[in-house]
Structures are given as C-alpha cells and as structure tokens.
C-alpha cells in the first residue's frame, strides 16, 4: 500500500462508498458513461480508460516528433534562465530555521509516543506522511528548494561542530550509493513494515533515523553525508532542479526542468534517479489486483500486512532492478543503433550515457508521485488540519475552525471524480513530455547536435511511451488490500 494513503486505511475500510469511490475513481468516464449508485450512495465509475490512455501516449508520443522535428537551437533557448537579482545567504536565518525545525520534530516525536493511537488523529503521521510526503514534496517541484531552509539536520551540526572538519572522509569511490541504500530501506519500512503509520511505532523509526543522520553528519561531514547519503536532502534538492524558480546564489526563472543537471552527472546519481521512480511505480503496483494475483493473495480476503512483508520487499528490490536493467538496455540500444547507422559517430561512455539521460526520468518520477497521492492528500490533508487544531485530540481548538468535519462528498459526483482523475492523467502526461525534452537536450550534449541525438535517444523515447502507458494503468488499476 502507498506512502501516506495507508494512513486512511481505517476510514477507507469502515465507509464501503467511499473505499469503492476511491478505488475506482481512477476509471475515468467517457461522456455517455452509465452511473451506478450502491446503497450507501457511492459514485462507481465504471466504463475503462482505454480512450484516456491512448490520448495520453499519444501525446507523449506526438512530443517526441516535434522534439524531433525542431532546431537544437530552440530546445537550448527554451532551457536557458533569465537571471534576475543575487540573493543574500542568509546562513544565520537558515540555521535558526533548522533550529526551530528540529524542535517541532522532537515535539512530534513526543506526540507520536504520548499522542493518540489513532494513525488519522496523531499529528506525527499525518506531518510525514502527508504534510512532508505529499504536501513538502510536490512544493519542491513547484517553487524550489524549501527543504534546504526546514531541514531540521544543518542547524544542530553546525552548532556543535560549526566547520571544523569530519574525522572521516566518505569513500568517493561510493558515489550516491549510501542514499540509494538509504532510500531502499526507508521505502521498504513504509511499504513492508506490518504498521509503519502506528504513531510509536513510526516515531521509534524516525528518532532512528533522525540519530543515523547526525552520527553521519559528525563523522563524514554535513556536507558530504546530506548530498551522498541523506537520501531525502537529495531526493528533496533533484525535485527543486524542476521548479521554474530557483532562489539562490541568483533569483533565477525558466522553463521547468531548466535547473536539471545535465554535465558532469555521476553514474550513482543517475542510478539514484531511477530507483526513485522504480520506487514510486512499485508503490503503485504493490495493491493493485494485478500484483496480489502474482504473490498468490486474493485481494478481496486480504490477510493482513504481515503475511506479504518478504514478497513486497523483494517486490521493490526486483521492481528497482528490472526498471535499471531496462534502461540501461534502451540507452546501450541506442549507442548500437547510431552505430549501424553511422559508423564514424562518435559514441560517449556507456556509464555516462545512463547517467546523463537518467536525468531525464526526474520530471515523471515527480509527476508519478504528484499524482499518486492527489486522492490521499485530499482525503489526509483535511485529518491533518482537525489534528493541527487539535494535536492531542482532547478536544482543543487551537485554530479556531469550531465543529469541523472531515469530507469526502468530493468521491461521490460524476463531475468531481472524473476532474480528479483527468487532473491525475493530465499530469502524468505532461511530466513524461517534459521527460523528452530533457532527454533531447541531454542527447543533444552527448551525441552532438543533428541526426546523431535523434537516432540515439529513439530508444528511450519508445520507453517513455511505453512509460507513459504504465502510469495511467496504475492510476486506473483496481486496488485490494
């Protein structure tokens, strides 16, 4: 089951309509589409997607053809920032601000311990599942890189250690491949673990967490720990590299995507790019009816979270594995490819190939997961403000809402799910087209500007399609569990 929406797992299975509204609202309606009504008055969409996804791949499709079709020239303009005024440090309000930020994380944690039990009553995992995981999440891809002013790990060390310099050194032989470990085991603890939305039980792994990260920190370095192997520090500064807006050393503006880095990229950093997707695509797949049927369990008895720990997490070690694999074929497909066409083309290093064009791939992990938790984030979102008014759920207001109800009338009409699901499409869609041009312009530094980047990014473009195919499937996938 997903990141956050496990948290509403209780609400989900105690209101019949709504389960069925949300688990099929992702079957989008045609516009002569029959409505069905249970008796607890739920909306049941129930005519395929198959026009929608076609559309959708054909879109994404029909990109790659004007991509291919227009001057290198216009892709490098279309990328290039405008440069606005230089923006001052402000490194003691950013320290103050992981300051205050570690506070609130320490005080979450006390909540989560001494709190209610209910997962949808105790602020902990409503603040990271849905406030982080969904919520800091998407603002990252949208107005830039919030996370390095609320980190709550550079304020603490740089009052105990200020620059004094680590007593170790991270092998740089090891690349990115602590935070691909890292981010591996975390995934497996949300998507695995029998309760991971149990508030103790999640506290217990963050404090965890939170002490790994600072050991790290003290013994390598804030620096080379929080961009090697602090898995969301990075993950959280690549979403960033795609919001128009950059804010620091020089206020800058541009296309989406402008900031992605497209020299220099090392091979574990474009591995860690994929795992992200591979990661958010299993989170999709893990309860559909598809992937219960291959585990051998029948999603309408399920038997519970425990009996499917060791089949998810060798599910997401497999899924991580097969999603590399793949790409790294469609990206050696295409060195073979300008081979056989031009033989005296010259050809970068395979490693670095996969590495840059990787880069490519961030805007549809982005977009997956934007759209993955929409329905989570409109459901959880409204928990996480009545816990917000009233943390220790003893009938406190602190914000002033008076007698608040959580909706989810939003499942219930034609017009409302079938605007959710479009809305989830939509993006999706528009990620993969923005996951083209970059990986044109990417092709474009490898291969050289002409004939040479087309022919040799072919192979990708036919996996972004087929990509692009996936993701609407997993939206529109009925789910168990």
Not at 172 to 177: K, M
Not at 243 to 269: M, N, T
Not at 451 to 460: D, M, R
Request: with cysteine; charged share 10%; net charge positive.
């Amino acid at each position: 089951m997903s990141l956050a929406s496990r948290q509403s797992c209780g609400l989900l299975r105690s209101m019949f309509a709504l389960r069925r509204s949300v688990n099929l609202c992702l079957a989008v309606l045609l516009p002569s589409a029959a409505l069905a009504h249970p008796a607890q008055g739920g909306f049941v969409l129930l005519l395929p997607t198959g026009l929608y996804i076609t559309g959708g791949c054909l879109a994404v499709a029909l990109s790659v053809l004007i991509v291919a079709g227009l001057p290198d020239g216009w892709l490098t303009g279309l990328f290039t920032p405008r440069r606005l005024m230089r923006t001052p440090p402000l490194a003691m309000a950013r320290r103050i601000i992981s300051l205050l930020s570690l506070a609130l994380l320490a005080w979450l944690l006390w909540v989560g311990f001494n709190g209610p039990r209910d997962p949808l009553s105790n602020l902990l995992p409503l603040t990271i599942w849905t406030l982080w995981w969904i919520a800091l999440f998407t603002l990252q891809g949208v107005v830039g890189n919030l996370w390095a002013w609320v980190n709550p790990w550079r304020g603490l060390h740089g009052l105990l250690w200020g620059d004094a310099p680590p007593p170790l050194r991270l092998p740089a032989r090891l690349g990115h491949a602590p935070a691909i470990l890292v981010f591996l085991a975390v995934t497996g603890f949300a998507l695995a673990d029998p309760a991971p939305d149990d508030p103790a039980r999640l506290a217990a792994f963050v404090m965890g967490y939170a002490l790994f990260t600072f050991a790290g920190m003290a013994l390598f370095g804030a620096d080379d720990w929080l961009e090697r192997a602090e898995c969301f520090t990075l993950l959280l500064r690549l979403f960033a590299t795609l919001a128009p807006l950059r804010w620091h050393p020089r206020l800058a503006i541009g296309c989406p995507g402008w900031a992605v880095p497209q020299r220099d990229v090392p091979l574990s950093l474009g591995l860690f790019v994929i795992v992200i997707l591979g990661a958010g695509s299993f989170d999709g797949l893990n309860d559909t009816f598809w992937w219960l049927a291959q585990i051998g369990i029948n999603p309408l008895a399920f038997p519970g979270r425990s009996a499917v720990i060791w089949p998810t997490a060798l599910g997401l070690l497999g899924a991580n594995l097969a999603l590399v694999l793949v790409f790294a074929a469609c990206v050696a497909t295409g060195h073979l490819a300008l081979r056989a066409v031009d033989p005296a083309a010259p050809l970068p290093p395979l490693k670095g190939a996969i590495a840059h064009l990787a880069m490519s791939v961030l805007p549809i992990a982005f977009g997956y997961h934007v759209a993955h938790f929409l329905t989570t984030f409109l459901v959880n979102g409204q928990y996480a403000l009545a816990a917000l008014t009233d943390p220790l759920a003893k009938g406190a207001d602190l914000l002033g809402l008076g007698q608040f109800y959580v909706t989810t009338g939003f499942f219930n009409t034609r017009a409302t799910v079938q605007a959710i699901w479009l809305g989830q499409a939509g993006i999706i869609v528009l990620a993969h087209m923005l996951g083209v041009l970059l990986a044109h312009r990417a092709a474009v530094v490898l291969y050289g500007r002409g004939h040479s980047a087309l022919i040799a990014q072919i192979p990708l473009a036919v996996f972004m399609v087929l990509y692009t195919l996936l993701g609407l499937w997993l939206l529109a996938a009925p789910r168990g569990a």
